[in-house]
């Protein structure tokens, strides 16, 4: 009896090519998970965020669609492709990493804008930085403390802002050609002086959306637009804040770049329109008071109306007493000097004092100095106000001029001997 010969029953192995979407799919997620241990093994050892450009994220997601491509073109192959597990690891991978990444550049993102705007928005400890912007129009320390805010940490040293003396000593020096030294140059820039008309309690600060935000080698930018709104206008305003980072343990402190940050907008309100009509009108009655005294009548009111700190201004006796002197001089018309004074009327301010209107010019007064020859640029305000009360301010309003103040507070420049000031 023969023996039955046994059918084999096993399939022949068949090739199947991977399917092209899920090796490409994958390389790139993978390629992508290797570039997010690498770069964050590098942030981690230089103890620095992990961010990368937003264009990166770009591999995830090519590498995601891929992967999913690849898995309907298997499934529809009728088993000649493969590759399914290839794509389940790629879409692991870039769901990991991908979303992963994501999700922590989003968090980091929103608290360094939550600390630049605390930073910004928040009187306290380094900063509030617009809060005591918004007081420097009535407050010396609040000014004093807005500029420390724009210099770096590390430059700030030991100045306080309520002492004066010592921030004009170490920031406010003028240069070897007799330029304003840093404080007072912040003082008349643009930023500062949208705060200094008005009333404080009328300034309103809206923060609006975020323009950019990057971290450098030297630490985190955020720039950031800011509404103003004051009696006399509404202003957009960006501003540039940087971090620094300080030393391991220390807390991030922020600092504010002046030099690129701006005024993007500004309208004019109704009273702000007739503010500046005013303001002409304050600057007509100066040049009438200065024409008046060059003319032969001399007045005499100006040790009645005199704040100035003549110790801290002409801290040497001899230059002391020229200065005084030549003012007198020149506003009692008791020697050959003119009255030469030049107001700056674009930096010119207002307040509302008692009922009455109030301007405050910054003028400088030119002088000679009798022994050298030289000129001598002293930097000051001079505090112009209504005799009498006013109601509303409309652009009509035509009062009467008085001077309250005038208040010298740097020597701008000597410079080289020349002719005297201008008749």
């Known amino acids: 009896m023969s023996t039955p010969v046994s059918s084999s029953t096993q399939d022949p192995l068949v090739y199947r090519p991977i399917s092209g979407f899920a090796i490409t799919g994958f390389c790139i997620s993978a390629l992508y998970a290797l570039l997010i241990l690498y770069a964050g093994f590098r942030a981690l050892s230089r103890g620095e965020p992990l961010l990368l450009d937003g264009f990166w994220l770009l591999l995830p997601v090519s590498g995601a669609v891929l992967c999913m491509i690849g898995q309907v073109q298997i499934r529809n192959s009728e088993g000649t492709r493969a590759g399914m597990k290839l794509t389940s690891w790629g879409l692991g991978l870039s769901i990991c990493f991908g979303l992963g990444y994501f999700v922590y550049a989003l968090g980091t993102g929103l608290a360094i804008r939550q600390q630049s705007n605390r930073f910004v928005m928040e009187a306290g400890d380094d900063a509030g930085f617009l809060p005591h912007l918004q007081r420097s129009g009535s407050s010396k320390t609040d000014l004093n403390a807005a500029f420390l805010l724009t210099v770096p940490p590390g430059g700030r040293g030991t100045a306080r802002p309520d002492n004066d003396a010592d921030m004009r000593a170490a920031f406010d020096r003028p240069d070897p050609d007799g330029n304003p030294g840093q404080l007072t140059n912040f003082a008349g820039s643009s930023l500062p002086m949208l705060f200094r008309s008005g009333s404080d309690k009328e300034i309103q600060v809206e923060p609006l959306g975020v323009m950019e935000w990057a971290y450098g080698k030297d630490g985190f930018l955020v720039r950031r637009l800011y509404r103003i709104k004051t009696e006399d206008f509404v202003a957009d305003v960006l501003l540039s804040?940087?971090?620094?980072?300080?030393?391991?343990?220390?807390?991030?402190?922020?600092?504010?770049?002046?030099?690129?940050?701006?005024?993007?907008?500004?309208?004019?309100?109704?009273?702000?329109?007739?503010?500046?009509?005013?303001?002409?009108?304050?600057?007509?009655?100066?040049?009438?008071?200065?024409?008046?005294?060059?003319?032969?009548?001399?007045?005499?009111?100006?040790?009645?109306?005199?704040?100035?700190?003549?110790?801290?201004?002409?801290?040497?006796?001899?230059?002391?007493?020229?200065?005084?002197?030549?003012?007198?001089?020149?506003?009692?018309?008791?020697?050959?000097?003119?009255?030469?004074?030049?107001?700056?009327?674009?930096?010119?301010t207002w307040h509302r004092d008692n009922g009455k209107l109030k301007i405050v010019i910054p003028i400088t007064v030119l002088l000679t100095d009798p022994a050298t020859g030289r000129l001598i640029n002293v930097l000051g305000d001079i505090h112009?106000?209504?005799?009498?009360?006013?109601?509303?301010?409309?652009?009509?309003?035509?009062?009467?001029?008085?001077?309250?103040?005038?208040?010298?507070?740097?020597?701008?420049?000597?410079?080289?001997?020349?002719?005297p000031p201008p008749s």
Request: avoid cysteine.
């Open 241 to 348: 804040t940087k971090s620094s980072e300080g030393r391991e343990g220390e807390n991030r402190k922020w600092y504010v770049l002046l030099n690129e940050s701006k005024i993007q907008s500004k309208e004019i309100t109704p009273l702000g329109k007739a503010i500046e009509k005013i303001r002409v009108r304050a600057a007509d009655f100066l040049k009438e008071w200065e024409f008046t005294m060059n003319e032969g009548k001399p007045w005499n009111g100006f040790a009645a109306v005199d704040a100035t700190s003549w110790e801290t201004l002409a801290p040497g006796h001899a230059l002391r007493a020229t200065l005084k002197d030549g003012i007198n001089e020149m506003f009692g018309g008791t020697g050959p000097k003119r009255v030469s004074i030049r107001p700056n009327l674009d930096a010119s």
């Open 384 to 419: 112009v106000s209504t005799k009498e009360n006013v109601g509303a301010i409309q652009g009509n309003l035509d009062p009467q001029w008085e001077i309250t103040r005038i208040s010298l507070n740097q020597i701008q420049s000597q410079g080289p001997k020349g002719p």
